[in-house]
């Protein structure tokens, strides 16, 4: 059993963090140097890395934006490590609300990954404000169906200049957000997903390495 285990293909579906990437509108630029190099004669190579909580692949925490709410550190760890559904919704045209999501989510799915035509967005040079988001009755589509985790393949699970109330809900009901993954190589199915964001003490998002292994 543990010999076919191991031989499961693991599938990052994480972003490469560099300066110049994809980084929502208004977010902190990514700025990436060395600060000792060996070639300057330094004994180590050493670099300096100042970004936002929200760059690339990352969490959202509860306190994002809910005042009081869980920080990073608060996030459980066994929500973001198990099965995962990932759903293709590329065929939608518009931004993914309830009335779509009752064809698309199993009855028995725990944690949800969607796959949309964002997907394409990360072929694009910069930031596009015209991505694909779920509203907010979509997200309470999700809540009442007993969802616990949620990934999706753009940097905001909620339409851009209308994603407050779409995070609101999902974080209001303990709903981990995982934004900015990347699934142009990924088929829709079941999936052992493993998500670890870094524990940034008060954080209201942090970068995470998220990957998938099939079942």
């Known amino acids: 059993m543990e010999s076919r285990r191991n031989e499961r293909p693991i599938i990052d579906i994480s972003l490469t963090v560099h300066a110049g990437m994809h980084i929502f509108e208004g977010n902190p630029e990514i700025r990436m140097q060395r600060q000792q190099s060996m070639t300057n004669g330094d004994e180590a190579n050493v670099s300096r890395l100042e970004m936002g909580a929200h760059t690339g692949t990352h969490v959202d925490a509860p306190v ?24 293709d919704a590329s065929a939608v045209p518009g931004h ?36 694909q988001g779920m509203t907010a009755d979509g997200a309470a589509f999700l809540v009442e169906k007993g969802v616990s985790f949620a990934g999706w393949d753009y940097l905001s699970v909620g339409p851009f200049g209308d994603a407050v109330e779409t995070h609101r809900v999902l974080l209001e009901a303990g709903v981990v957000i ?13 999936y052992e997903l493993i998500c670890l964001p870094l524990l940034l003490q008060g954080g209201d998002g942090a970068p995470a390495r998220a990957v998938l292994r099939p079942l």
């Open 64 to 87: 994002h934006f809910l005042e009081g709410g869980r920080a990073v550190e608060d996030l459980p760890l066994e929500e973001m490590i198990g099965e995962a559904v990932v759903i």
């Open 96 to 131: 993914i609300d309830a009335s779509v999501l009752g064809s698309l989510v199993p009855a028995d799915a725990r944690r949800v990954l969607f796959k949309t035509r964002n997907s394409e967005l990360w072929a694009r040079p910069g930031f596009t404000r015209d991505f």
């Open 178 to 190: 995982l934004e900015g993954i990347d699934l142009r190589n990924v088929a829709a199915g079941r």
